[in-house]
Nanobody, 125 residues
Framework: QVQLVESGGGLVQAGGSLRVSCAAS????????MGWFRQAPGKEREIVAA????????YYAESVKDRFTISRDNAKNTVYLQMNSLKPEDTAVYYC??????????????????WGQGTQVTVRS
């Protein structure tokens, strides 16, 4: 099993910045892709960003492109999501997810094998 531990969520004013982190532990063998998803009240879960093991393949949702940056530190088994120019519509529970496959990343939640508990990000006007 793989465990994902998230941190960094919280309350921030519109236009501000926040970085969320997710550390993987357990039976993480070799290379793997990681993703960030979010779910707002009454809405379906949606992809935010995903990154391959090497960082050479990255996906961003159009709604966050040019504002958010996904990165990873493989020595720490940790993935980060730097969120800048935050908007109230970014308010959601943010989840990190693990995909036991290297190479091309997937925007589909059903492709991911393990999930974090979710961390609340609230952006106020």
């Amino acid at each position: 099993q793989v465990q994902l531990v998230e941190s960094g969520g919280g309350l921030v004013q519109a236009g501000g910045s926040l970085r969320v982190s997710c550390a993987a532990s357990g039976r993480t063998f070799g290379n793997y892709n990681m993703g960030w998803f979010r779910q707002a009240p009454g809405k379906e879960r949606e992809i935010v960003a995903a990154i391959s093991w090497s960082g050479g393949n990255i996906y961003y949702a159009e709604s966050v492109k040019d504002r958010f940056t996904i990165s990873r530190d493989n020595a720490k088994n940790t993935v980060y999501l730097q969120m800048n120019s935050l908007k109230p519509e970014d308010t959601a529970v943010y989840y990190c997810a693990y995909h036991s496959q290297m190479g091309r990343v997937s925007p589909l939640a059903e492709m991911y094998d393990y999930w974090g508990q979710g961390t609340q990000v609230t952006v106020r006007s």
